[in-house]
């Protein structure tokens, strides 16, 4: 995909000014995805994934070694490319201890978006759209696998418009729901664990930034949090 090639191009752009990568002793954490680990919208002019993001957070408090591979707008499908064809993808993983993936909010938001909000939204709209982003999950998940013995953890998706109800609320608890079963499969033959951002951010409006669908610094910290709960000692 061409949009995927520049959105590499521009990462390894930004690599070459400023590594992504935060020296530490204990182990290896690599964060892939969109915007959320990358912690857009942290800083006013999101040239680099800042330091209050939550994979960071989770390295400082671990004492691990952190690379953000995180590409605001990615798509699960553009992800799978990645890990599958994208050398520095490939190498990075490589090396993990800890796998961070966060990933199928664009997929979701494309289809607000190509609809003209969430009111015009249908239901046999977005079942392709969450049959082919689990596909995509599960099959990012076992490649990651053949790359790394490190742990997988996959968040789930938050609620990025909690004002919006139950409109959006009951195809992400679907979708979560998915989740949790696809994990629990992969569970038995993967170090692959499920970490619950919908539960986190449920009631909590305060963790998105205002206006906006990315988390606060606050919503980074909660990601950090339920994250770190899930890590093994190695």
Not at 200 to 224: C, M, W
């Amino acid at each position: 995909m061409n949009k995927l090639k520049v959105l590499i191009g521009l990462f390894l752009l930004i690599s070459f000014f400023q590594p992504l990568t935060v020296s530490a002793a204990k182990g290896h954490l690599v964060a892939i995805g969109d915007s959320i680990p990358y912690g857009y919208n942290l800083t006013g002019d999101n040239k680099m994934p800042p330091k209050e993001a939550f994979p960071y957070l989770i390295g400082n408090e671990k004492g691990l070694e952190v690379t953000n591979l995180g590409i605001p707008g990615l798509t699960s499908s553009e992800l799978l490319q990645a890990v599958n064809t994208n050398k520095v993808f490939r190498d990075t993983l490589k090396d993990a201890d800890y796998v961070i993936v966060y990933i199928g909010g664009n997929d979701l938001l494309n289809v607000v978006k190509k609809n003209g909000g969430l009111k015009n939204i249908k239901i046999e709209e977005v079942a392709p759209v969450v049959r082919d982003l689990i596909f995509n999950v599960y099959a990012t998940i076992l490649a990651i696998n053949k790359l790394t013995d490190g742990q997988i953890l996959v968040y789930n998706i938050y609620n990025p418009y909690p004002a919006a109800g139950a409109k959006l609320n009951t195809p992400l608890r679907y979708i979560n729901k998915q989740y949790a079963s696809l994990i629990e499969v992969l569970s038995h033959f993967t170090d692959v664990d499920l970490v619950n951002a919908y539960q986190a951010f449920k009631g909590h409006p305060e963790y998105i930034l205002s206006k906006d669908v990315h988390p606060t610094i606050k919503g980074q910290q909660v990601l950090a949090g339920i994250g770190m709960k899930k890590l093994h000692h190695r």
